[in-house]
């Protein structure tokens, strides 16, 4: 009950305080909605995109708003990037989360990747730095306040900071970490009762910019925007296939080999193709000349090798492939100039 009264109380404050203050009753009633830390395929493409909880909080520019980012530890590693000037859609009177407008800041990989103009662009800026997937913290402020923040992952730095606004200033435990190809997206917003833990989850992006301009059509409907869906005429595939991970071998009275699957990213199309060769072949020709299909098309992570052990001194490898309805992915990349896995990839490679 007390700390009810004591929130409540901040809340009062707080609202007399803006009524004496124009220029901060313009940017402070504000929320983090997404954060996109780009694709596996486009690192470099990432966004914040912002949304207001009432009208009128345009002056981000003029009040010299910024996004902080932290590292998993919760020391200050500098600027995603900070706002040069004001916003000009404040959104009808009376709107409220999430029917109030967006802001969106990004990197330019990031708006050519989207399709459409961003509010603002950070890849020049001073200090700017880029969004830790593993764990870090978000916060949207300015130089003598903080408005929302949100933190993820492996944080172990506090996530309790007092907020200008009079909203809940404990944001509770981290969101699931940030994981290329989604955005950490806000699901729920509720001004005195933060917890980024069940406010914030996964999902594929859907950005828009201030003005409304954005590229969320979604042909097949299979939630993954057409701009990043190698079909959208195919509801089975949502991103091109990447590169395999998670790659084990158990041996056992039939040796198993697994992996990671990528249907969440790739889509229920996802099928995986495994070549397989003599480690001593390998090295002898320095090429995967040798190397042979052990099966294509397998619906699953894991497959039984149907083979018997291999001779003593004898030692198997294998590499594995996602594929789905928009093409084949890759066996994986080495240093070497040529590659010699690029062969394994070609049109006469081992697995159709």
Request: charged letters at 10%; glycine letters at 10%; a negative charge.
């Amino acid at each position: 009950m007390l700390r009810v009264l004591i929130r409540y109380t901040m809340a009062v404050t707080m609202v007399v305080g803006a009524s004496l203050s124009p220029a901060l009753a313009t940017f402070h009633l504000m929320a983090i909605q997404e954060v996109f830390s780009g694709t596996q395929a486009n690192p470099q493409a990432q966004y914040v995109m912002l949304r207001m909880t009432s009208s009128g909080q345009t002056l981000v520019g003029s009040n010299s708003t910024f996004l902080e980012v932290q590292d998993a530890s919760g020391t200050p590693l500098g600027r995603f990037g900070a706002f040069d000037h004001d916003v000009s859609n404040g959104g009808a009177i009376g709107c409220s989360y999430p029917s109030c407008p967006p802001i969106i800041i990004g990197t330019s990989a990031a708006q050519t990747l989207l399709g459409f103009s961003f509010d603002q662009i950070v890849d020049a800026q001073v200090g700017h730095v880029a969004l830790p997937l593993a764990g870090g913290r978000l916060c949207f402020a300015y130089p003598l306040g903080t408005v929302d923040c949100v933190a993820w992952g492996n944080f172990t730095g506090s996530n309790i900071t007092s907020t200008i606004n009079g909203c809940d200033g404990n944001f509770g435990s981290p969101a699931a970490a940030l994981a290329l190809d989604f955005a950490l997206t806000r699901g729920t917003f509720n001004c005195l009762a933060k917890e980024n833990s069940t406010d914030f989850s996964n999902r594929f992006p859907h950005p828009v910019a201030n003005n409304g301009a954005n590229s969320n059509s979604d042909g097949d409907g299979d939630g993954l925007i057409s701009v990043l869906d190698c079909s959208d005429s195919d509801s089975s595939s949502l991103y091109f296939p990447v590169e395999v991970t998670g790659d084990n071998v158990a041996a056992g009275a039939t040796t198993t080999v697994s992996w990671n699957s990528q249907s969440n990213v790739t889509g229920i199309s996802t099928r995986y193709d495994i070549v397989t060769g003599l480690v001593s072949d390998l090295a002898s020709s320095k090429s995967y000349v040798s190397a042979t299909c052990l099966q294509s098309g397998i619906n699953g992570v894991s497959l039984a090798d149907p083979r018997p052990d291999p001779v003593i001194g004898q030692i198997f490898y294998y590499l594995i492939r996602a594929a789905n309805q928009c093409g084949k992915g890759t066996f994986g990349d080495s240093s070497l100039v040529p590659d010699p896995r690029d062969a394994l990839d070609g049109p006469t490679g081992p697995c159709p």
